[in-house]
């Protein structure tokens, strides 16, 4: 066999303690990482610091992931749960020093904090996708993965995932033309 | 797939989606780089040294609290203040409530009944003057007079947060009697909706320690809580008065692994250990810190 070492076995190594593989499986995601919290945050500087924050966890919890398979999609969303974290904490820094009447966060949608009104509201549809669809879709545009790079990395055939992404693009048409509409 | 998604990223509408996710897509970033960064901080939070098991220190863990205790005793609880590197977060804690009100807690059996004021809303919440101290626990269900229903979110030694918005008022007496099922607070702390980990009153943000970390600490799994925040001051009305974990010298990313002598594998175990302490002043926090270990007590 020639060529890179697949992420399977740079888990296998990186959780004997081999650091660089680790590193490997880092740099090898470390793009997906950055889109997943670019997505929440709209906001490069952030993004990058909570891809980094991101791949502390993974380590921390690589113990836990029985199925190598699953690692990207495990690294979309610890990095999604982890720009959330990151509003949720500037959120309630805000809020404790203006002490506002009543805030229920279950109420108030996500938005991400961004200026531009297109992409807020790009964003603002995006981020209402299911978790499967947006991430398909920000692999195919944002990471630019080709659907056979997409199919190795997820486990799921090329064909299914051009299907999900075509959903997800449909969905979010709607979501951001509705956004529009009551604009 | 229907026909209407069929080949949808070639259709008009489609190909304006993508060009639109084109233009909005992140700017390119440096992933060795970003790689060489993760490193970086996984280096620095290894711990300092061979760290030696807990449970094999479990003997001399007590001797050692003695000698830092009488070092304590012979410095006068004196230690030099630490330089914050920036400016202390503060939280403004609402305090117009009736001073000098004490609860009135009449246990009965199984089911204590409490009067408490609001202080004001905290959080997704509001904020009692009744704590773990008088009992209360994360999980706990208030229920008072028409209907009035709430959860205990977050316990502080002597305030907690409850999951009521707007039912009442600053400065509201709340009266209700108390359910406390252990079922319920052993469930998911996600559904009581608060952040189960904030200790705002005694001034800390907590996490489990992920096992990763326990391991190399000598730790066993569940056996700490990690500090992820301090507030080191709250405004008692306009009165800025510096927390009781800022008071410790509790700092972000400490190991939490016992309480006054009770080991802390879960928010609840703090909650009860904080509120065992009746009086603050006796506070013994034992962490690590950067792999050593170290007893905090109020100075």
Same mark, same amino acid.
Request: proline content about 5%; hydrophobic content about 45%; charged content about 30%.
């Given at each position: 066999?020639t060529g890179?070492p +697949? +992420?399977e076995?740079? $888990?296998i190594?990186?959780k004997r303690? /081999?650091?660089?593989?680790?590193?490997e499986?880092?740099?090898?995601?470390?793009?997906?990482?950055?889109?997943s919290?670019?997505?929440?945050?709209?906001?490069?500087?952030d993004?990058?610091?909570?891809?980094?924050e991101?791949?502390?966890?993974?380590?921390? =919890?690589?113990?836990?992931?029985?199925?190598?398979?699953?690692f990207?999609?495990?690294?979309?969303?610890i990095?999604?749960?982890?720009?959330?974290?990151h $509003?949720? =904490?500037h959120?309630?820094?805000?809020? @404790?020093?203006n002490? *506002?009447?009543? @805030?229920n966060?279950? /109420?108030? *949608?996500?938005? *991400?904090?961004?200026? /531009?009104?297109? =992409?807020?509201?790009?964003?603002?549809?995006?981020?209402?996708l *299911? /978790? +499967?669809?947006?991430?398909a879709?920000l692999?195919r545009y944002w990471?630019?993965?080709?659907?056979?790079e997409?199919a =190795?990395?997820?486990?799921?055939?090329?064909?299914?995932?051009?299907?999900?992404?075509c959903r997800a693009?449909?969905?979010?048409?709607?979501?951001?033309?509705a956004k529009?509409?009551?604009a | 797939?229907?026909?209407?998604?069929?080949?949808?990223?070639?259709?008009h509408?489609?190909?304006?989606?993508?060009?639109?996710?084109?233009?909005?897509?992140?700017?390119?970033?440096?992933?060795?780089?970003?790689?060489d960064?993760?490193?970086a901080?996984?280096?620095?939070?290894?711990?300092?040294?061979?760290?030696?098991?807990?449970?094999?220190?479990?003997p001399?863990?007590?001797?050692?609290?003695a000698v830092v205790i009488?070092?304590?005793?012979i410095?006068?609880?004196?230690?030099?203040?630490?330089?914050?590197?920036?400016?202390?977060?503060?939280?403004r804690v609402?305090?117009?409530?009736?001073?000098?009100?004490?609860?009135?807690i009449?246990?009965?059996?199984?089911?204590?009944?409490?009067?408490?004021y609001v202080r004001?809303?905290?959080?997704?919440?509001?904020? !009692?003057d009744?704590?773990?101290?008088?009992?209360?626990?994360?999980?706990?269900?208030?229920?008072?007079?028409?209907?009035?229903?709430?959860?205990?979110?977050?316990?502080?030694?002597? &305030?907690a947060? !409850?999951s009521a918005?707007?039912a009442l008022?600053?400065?509201? &007496?709340?009266?209700?009697?108390?359910?406390s099922?252990?079922?319920?607070?052993?469930?998911?702390?996600s559904?009581?909706?608060?952040?189960?980990?904030?200790?705002?009153?005694f001034?800390?943000?907590?996490?489990?320690?992920p096992?990763?970390e326990?391991?190399?600490l000598?730790?066993?799994?569940?056996?700490?809580?990690?500090?992820?925040?301090v !507030?080191?001051?709250?405004?008692?009305?306009?009165?800025?008065?510096?927390?009781?974990?800022?008071?410790?010298?509790?700092?972000?990313?400490?190991?939490?692994?016992?309480?006054?002598?009770a080991?802390?594998?879960?928010?609840?175990?703090?909650?009860?250990?904080?509120?065992?302490?009746r009086?603050?002043?006796?506070?013994?926090?034992?962490?690590?810190?950067?792999?050593?270990?170290?007893?905090?007590?109020?100075?």
């Amino acid at each position: 066999m020639t060529g890179a070492p +697949d +992420d399977e076995a740079l $888990i296998i190594a990186a959780k004997r303690g /081999d650091q660089a593989a680790f590193g490997e499986l880092v740099q090898r995601h470390f793009r997906a990482a950055f889109a997943s919290a670019y997505a929440v945050l709209g906001n490069a500087g952030d993004a990058e610091e909570m891809a980094q924050e991101t791949f502390v966890q993974v380590f921390q =919890k690589l113990e836990k992931l029985r199925e190598p398979a699953a690692f990207t999609g495990w690294v979309w969303r610890i990095a999604r749960d982890t720009a959330l974290k990151h $509003i949720r =904490k500037h959120r309630r820094m805000v809020r @404790v020093e203006n002490v *506002p009447e009543t @805030v229920n966060e279950d /109420d108030a *949608p996500h938005l *991400p904090m961004v200026a /531009d009104e297109e =992409k807020a509201e790009l964003m603002a549809a995006l981020n209402e996708l *299911p /978790d +499967d669809m947006r991430e398909a879709l920000l692999m195919r545009y944002w990471e630019e993965l080709e659907y056979e790079e997409m199919a =190795k990395r997820t486990g799921v055939s090329a064909a299914a995932l051009y299907q999900r992404v075509c959903r997800a693009l449909k969905r979010l048409r709607e979501g951001y033309d509705a956004k529009n509409e009551t604009a | 797939m229907s026909d209407d998604l069929e080949n949808f990223d070639h259709t008009h509408e489609g190909r304006e989606m993508v060009a639109l996710l084109q233009k909005h897509a992140p700017p390119p970033v440096d992933s060795r780089a970003g790689a060489d960064a993760v490193l970086a901080r996984l280096q620095a939070r290894q711990p300092e040294g061979k760290v030696i098991p807990l449970r094999w220190l479990a003997p001399l863990i007590g001797a050692a609290a003695a000698v830092v205790i009488t070092l304590f005793i012979i410095d006068g609880g004196n230690k030099p203040v630490q330089p914050e590197t920036s400016p202390p977060p503060v939280a403004r804690v609402d305090d117009d409530a009736p001073r000098g009100t004490q609860l009135d807690i009449r246990r009965e059996q199984g089911f204590p009944e409490i009067v408490a004021y609001v202080r004001g809303t905290s959080g997704d919440g509001l904020l !009692i003057d009744a704590g773990a101290k008088d009992g209360l626990r994360v999980g706990d269900k208030l229920i008072g007079a028409n209907g009035f229903e709430a959860r205990v979110t977050t316990i502080g030694i002597f &305030e907690a947060r !409850i999951s009521a918005s707007g039912a009442l008022s600053r400065g509201a &007496e709340l009266r209700a009697k108390v359910e406390s099922d252990p079922q319920q607070r052993a469930a998911q702390f996600s559904d009581f909706g608060g952040d189960p980990g904030a200790f705002l009153e005694f001034g800390a943000l907590f996490s489990p320690l992920p096992p990763a970390e326990a391991r190399m600490l000598g730790l066993a799994d569940g056996a700490a809580l990690r500090v992820d925040e301090v !507030i080191s001051t709250l405004l008692k009305g306009e009165t800025p008065v510096r927390t009781l974990a800022s008071r410790l010298d509790l700092r972000a990313d400490d190991v939490v692994v016992e309480v006054n002598g009770a080991a802390i594998g879960s928010y609840n175990d703090l909650a009860n250990a904080l509120g065992w302490s009746r009086d603050p002043a006796m506070l013994n926090v034992k962490v690590f810190r950067n792999g050593r270990q170290l007893d905090l007590r109020l100075r």
